[in-house]
Structure formats: C-alpha cells, structure tokens
C-alpha cells in the first residue's frame, strides 16, 4: 500500500514537473528553432530583379524565394553607400544614432550592439562571407561573428575601384561553413558584383550584350542559385528565416547620377525586401519600410527579445496582414559633404510624400510619381518640412551627440606623439551652405568625374587625364580628383607628374586625408623615403586605422634602414588586419633582408613562416612566392627555390625579379639554355626600367652566358 501510494505521489510530482516545465521547454526550443540568413547585394535596383519587373534582368532563383515569402515594393535604405548601409542594418538605428556616415573615415563604434553579437548571446553561431573592400573587418561590423571572411588575396584597394571578389566565391565558401554547423546558425553573405565596373563573366556578358549591369545581375541570381539548392537539399528551408536586400540602388543616368552615393532619389535609396520563413503566407506589400526595420523583424520572428534602442519597426504586423503605424523614414547621401565639403543633403518619406533638404529644397508626391520627375517645393510650406526634419533628427540623434569617426584612444594619441605622429592641423568644417553649394549645382563636376574613371576603366588613359586636369582647373577644392589623375599618372609611369599634381592637391586641400595618403604611397614608390615618412605619419594623425598606411609606412622605413620601426609598422598593420597577406609579405622581406645581412637563422624561419602566410591567404600571390624562393636560395635550397621562382612567373608572366632571379638559379644548375631564355625575356621587358649600372651588369651576364653556349646572335 505504502509502494503503491509513493508511486502515485510520483507520477503526480512528475506529472507537475512536466506541467511547470513544459511551457519554458517549448519556449526554449521556438527561440532557437529557425537559423537566419541574411542575403545583401551590393548596388541591386529592384526594377531590375524579374519578381520586381519583366524588363530587365531574368533572376530565377530571387524569384522563387519571393513566390514563397513576402515581396516589399517600396523597400528603403536611409542611405546611398555600402558601409553606412550594413551598419543601418545591423544595428538596426540610422546613421544620426551610430554616426556612421560614409565608406571613408567611418568605423563602426564597439559601444553598440549588433544584430551578430544578439544572436551569439542567444546561442547562434555566426558568420560572415563579404564580396568586397568596404565592408573590410577594419570597418568594425565584425563584431559578434565567430567568422568574418573577407580574404580578397593580395591587392591593395585602388582609386578606381574597390577590392572585390566575385559571388560564386562569396558562396562556396559560405556552403563550407554551412555545410559544418549544428543548428541554429546566422549567416550573412554579401555580394558586391552589381557595383561598377559592370563586368560579368560568360555567358551572362554575351547574353546580356550592352547591358553590362543587368548581366551582373543575372550572375549574381546564378551564384545565390547554388546556395538556394543546398538550402533546399538540406531540408534547411524548413527551419530557416531568409532576408534578401541591397544597401541600396543605382541611379544609371536618372537626374543626371551615373552610379549611386551622390543624390538621395529612389533611384539609389530604394531596395529590394524579401522576407521568407516557414509558415509565412506570400505576398506583395506596398507601405513603406526601411532598412532599420530588419533587426526588430528579426527578433519578433524568431521570438527572442528586441533591445531597446533599436529605431526601425518590427514588419511582423505587416506579414500578419495588418499595418504599421505612419512615420518619417530617415535618409541621408554625405558622402559629397565628407569628402568635398559640400553641401549635406537629409530628408524624409512619409508615406506617399518626399521632402529633401537641401540649399535647393525639393518636395515630391510619390504616388503620382515615384520617379521624382516634379519638384513641388514651391507650392508648399517647406518650413512645416524643415521643422519635422529637424525634431526627426533630434529624436534619433545618439544621446550624448558623440562624434562617430574613428577615434584615437589616450594610450593610441600618446604612443603616436611620441613618435611624432600627431599635429594639432585640424579640418576646417563648413557649416553655412547656399544654392552654389546644393548638390545639383555641382552635379556637372561630379558627372566630369565619373567621365574620367569611365574612360580609365575603357583604357583611354589620355582621355581620363585631360577631364581630371579640367576639374582641378574649376574646383581646387574637388580633392578625389588629384589623387585619381595621379593614380592614372603613375600608370603611364609618369612618376614625376604624379608627384607634383599632389603636392598641388595638398596645398589647396592641406588637410585631405586621401591626398596624404596617395602622396605617402607615390613617395615610397619613387624611393623619396624620408619625405613619404612624414606625410604618411601626417596622414595617421587624421586616420589610424588604415592598414594601407601603416603598410606603406612600414615599407618606407624599411627602405631608409630602420628596421625596428619598419617590423612595428607591419605588426600595426597584422592587428588591424590579419587577414592582409601584403603585410606579411612585407614582413617576411623585412626578416630576408636582416637574415642576408646577419645570416641569423631564426630571421630566416621569420621570413618563411611570414611569406607561406600571405600564400595561406593568398595562393596567387606571385609576389609571395618570389619572396619564398629567394629565402630558400639564400639557403642554398635551390630546387625549393625555383619550384618557388617558377611558381610566380607562372602566376604572373611578366613579373621581372623571378624571372631574373630563375635565369641566375638555371645558371647556377647548369641548364644554360633556360637561364638564357629567362634573362632574354627579363631583357625585352624590364630593360627600360633599368639604371644604366643594371643595364650593364644585364648586359654582361647575358653576353657571358651567349660565350658559354656559343649562341652568338
């Protein structure tokens, strides 16, 4: 009886422990039910999606994810470039909170919480897949990523254009991940192809003939294609919230915009919005929605909590078939005001209604036109606009007001003054702007400009030249264009020009932090060590978290024989960036360099360990490669080093060291005819850029080796 009874009490006490627990587990198990996936293209209009419209591009696989979720048609960023753009999204607040305004000279600030590092607390794992350069880790939104692979190999970013990598890379290497987590997950991939240059690889460029950017399009639905299929194949949509958007358009000519970050039309701030999960029943939504509607959306849809600074909406209502509450939509483009000093441009959508403050105020009724073809600012009372501006502002300006460029802590200011780092030189900062300031007043020059990067990146180098020397002749101020005429100067090896249209550039614009830094680099590059060491130390007191700098500073002092202060350049640059092969590179030449001089052994294995490290992260960096080879001759390690030598000439035939560097090895292993052909190829190609004592040393090896094998020609 006792037996029966205490079993009774235990079935009861069981029964209630699962009754209590129940609820939490259930609770539990639907906050980590579904993984999310994040999906941005870089430059994507939403016209030219074929779920969007018929007219353009043909996006198969985009298409069926909006068949089986939700389409927003009137989708918004609050601002026309890439980095401002993510970090609307992330951190799910406008740029008047995190203070994030443009691609230069803004980090993400670690004070704030992304969306990544909610999700890690919450027990996701993370991970990051980003196609190019301006979403680089150095620009913070590596934070709460577990892993942020943005390895883009070996190259520097140039003026023209961004380093990029193409979608289907982008997806591979997100599948790796995929392929090795335990749910739930959020992955974020990022493809940059749409953004100029338009150059899409077969077949899409034959198939889509003159419309470069369509086909770019087209490819980039291909590559997700893959990622969609593995999705599906997995079984992985059953439990898996997918968000696809843009950081924003492009303009393609409409109001005389060539590309996108200059105006704030609909042409280059409106994206597309896919919104798919599980349950979700399809549809298309009109009611205007913004990008800082992502981060609550989120939460709401996998039911973990919303932090409370977050600025945008959760879009669940609207899944749900109801509607949002009216408000104003924030938007910004001061990427002009940044870089040029003109005039800002912000404004608002509300509904159905546009205002866009500026020196030329403009107004537009979106309904009747979307395309913003009819300025009405004349016929309303712009002040009743300008006051509502003004308290949207107010209300999501970060509380304290604080400055959101990248600043240098007090440990970081004192190391850099002791070195003689810092100078009290500050930017003068405009702050009365009238109509010869407005953006369309200027629109000409900035049209000029995009001219001459289109005739650079057509090869009409001469034609680039003459457009970018007839803005500096109008616009002194207009700092981009002395540091691209010297970018096509040195192209054309015209060293000298380079140098001197950027002393120019610096003088008009003696706080320009671009003309410093192009300055610096030309500088190495010509051998004026001392000099470029003192503009690029000029430069970091403005920006210290430029690995580019500090690499180019590390070279010069190289150069000029101060290997310590080289090695802690290049160190620099490793903890801004470790995944920067060139600063490894450089490192492990700065270890060669001191084990040729000293025959110590432990530099030797530093330089080794540091060139297989730029190969690691880069295995088509021939400039590695050389670097290796070169060690493992100094060593006598002569087969290791022409494996090395040979390595680079066939990932870059016209690369000069190695193939002299080969014609001396095959001379030293007796095979004399290859050493011949080397040295003749080196010859043909290199010579001219000789000194007249190399010259003459070429000269006489080769007339030597000629003698030996009796070829007399």
């Excluded at 980039?220 to 999705?231: E, H, N, R, V, W």
């Excluded at 079984?235 to 919230?241: G, H, I, S, W």
């Excluded at 990067?453 to 001469?462: F, H």
């Amino acid at each position: 009886m006792r037996r029966k009874c205490r079993c009774k009490i235990l079935y009861i006490f069981l029964l209630c422990l699962v009754t209590v627990l129940h609820p939490l587990a259930q609770a539990d198990s639907r906050s980590t039910k579904f993984n999310l996936c994040l999906i941005t293209i870089d430059t994507l209009r939403p016209d030219r999606l074929s779920c969007y419209s018929k007219d353009h591009a043909i996006t198969p696989n985009i298409d069926k994810l909006a068949e089986r979720g939700v389409l927003f048609t009137r989708a918004f960023a609050h601002t026309p470039t890439t980095l401002p753009s993510h970090t609307n999204i992330f951190l799910g607040t406008t740029p008047l909170h995190h203070g994030v305004h443009d691609n230069s000279n803004f980090v993400v600030d670690e004070d704030f919480l992304t969306l990544a590092e909610h999700l890690k607390k919450r027990g996701y794992s993370t991970a990051a897949f980003v196609g190019a350069f301006p979403l680089d880790s150095r620009f913070g939104l590596t934070q709460g990523f577990d892993l942020y692979d943005d390895n883009y190999g070996g190259k520097s970013n140039q003026e023209f254009s961004y380093v990029e990598r193409r979608a289907e890379v982008v997806v591979e290497k997100a599948l790796r991940w995929l392929k090795a987590q335990k749910n739930p997950w959020f992955v974020w991939v990022h493809c940059f192809d749409p953004h100029q240059r338009y150059d899409p690889p077969e077949p899409f460029k034959t198939q889509y003939g003159g419309h470069s950017y369509d086909g770019e399009i087209a490819y980039t639905d291909f590559a997700l294609g893959k990622f969609f299929d593995y999705l599906g194949s997995e079984n992985l949509l059953d439990n898996t919230v997918i968000i696809f958007t843009a950081d924003h358009g492009e303009s393609l000519g409409q109001h005389g915009e060539k590309t996108h970050g200059y105006f704030a039309y609909n042409a280059t701030i409106r994206v597309p919005l896919i919104i798919s999960y599980p349950g979700i029943k399809p549809d298309r939504i009109e009611q205007p929605v913004c990008h800082t509607d992502i981060f609550p959306s989120v939460c709401d849809i996998i039911e973990v909590d919303k932090p409370s600074h977050l600025q945008g909406l959760s879009l669940l209502p609207l899944l749900k078939g109801k509607k949002l509450p009216e408000r104003l939509i924030y938007f910004e483009s001061l990427y002009p005001f940044y870089t040029r000093g003109w005039a800002p441009l912000r404004g608002f959508i509300q509904n159905n209604r546009k205002f866009i403050d500026s020196p030329i105020p403009e107004f537009y009724d979106l309904e009747k036109d979307f395309d913003e073809l009819e300025n009405l600012a004349l016929t309303k009372d712009i002040k009743i606009y300008e006051n509502s501006l003004e308290r949207l502002i107010e209300e999501q300006s970060y509380a304290d007001k604080k400055e959101r460029r990248k600043s240098i802590n007090r440990e970081t200011l004192q190391k850099l003054r002791s070195l003689g780092y810092i100078t009290d030189h500050q930017a003068p900062e405009k702050t009365v702007f009238t109509e010869k300031d407005d953006l369309k007043t200027l629109l000409p020059y900035q049209d000029k400009l995009m001219a001459a990067i289109k005739a650079y990146d057509g090869g009409r180098l001469e034609e680039s030249i003459k457009l970018l020397e007839e803005i500096i002749a109008e616009r002194k101020d207009l700092s981009q264009a002395y540091s691209y005429l010297a970018t096509v100067y040195k192209e054309q090896r015209k060293l000298k020009e380079a140098l001197e249209i950027l002393r120019k550039g610096l003088t008009n614009n003696p706080s320009d932090y671009k003309i410093m830094e192009t300055y610096g680099i030309v500088l190495t590059e010509v051998g004026e060590y001392h000099k470029a060491v003192e503009i690029l130390k000029n430069a970091l007191s403005y920006i210290d978290y430029d690995p580019e700098i500090w690499n180019y500073l590390g070279v010069a002092y190289w150069k000029k024989g101060d290997f310590e202060h080289a090695r802690d350049a290049f160190t620099k640059v490793l903890s801004i960036d470790g995944n920067y092969p060139i600063a490894f590179h450089n490192l492990g030449s700065l270890y060669l360099s001191q084990y040729i001089k000293s025959k110590n052994d432990k530099n030797f294995w530093n330089a080794i360990l540091n060139f297989k490290k730029a190969l690691e992260l880069d295995p088509n960096y021939a400039e590695a490669y050389n670097g290796l080879g070169t060690a493992y001759g100094q060593a006598g390690r002569m087969e290791a080093a022409i494996h090395c030598w040979e390595r680079a000439v066939e990932l870059n035939p016209d690369y000069g060291f190695p193939l002299y560097n080969l014609g001396l090895a095959y001379l030293i292993q007796g095979d004399k005819g290859k050493a011949l052909m080397c040295l003749n190829k080196y010859k043909r190609e290199h010579y001219g850029y000789l000194s007249g004592k190399d010259k003459a040393k070429l000269d006489d090896l080769i007339e030597k080796v000629n003698k030996i094998t009796g070829n007399h020609d």
